[in-house]
């Protein structure tokens, strides 16, 4: 069975992971490692794709959020 996790954990609202300092920029390694196309994507934080599939982005494309 497929389970979607970020760092080896499913989503739970109820539980926060990591606290980050508010007005920093963090840099995320986003990898899919199923059998299943997915697209990636984060609910209310706007984010900016610097490489795609091991490549640099020539233009950082931003990417809104939902």
């Known amino acids: 069975m497929m389970a979607f996790t970020i760092n080896g954990r499913e989503f739970d609202g109820e539980r926060t992971d990591t606290a980050v300092a508010a007005g ?4 995320w390694t986003l990898t899919n490692s199923s059998p299943m196309d997915h697209p990636a994507h984060l609910h209310v934080w706007p984010m900016q794709v610097i490489e795609d599939g091991g490549r640099d982005v020539p233009e950082p494309r931003c990417v809104s959020s939902n």
């Open 24 to 27: 920093t920029v963090e840099e």
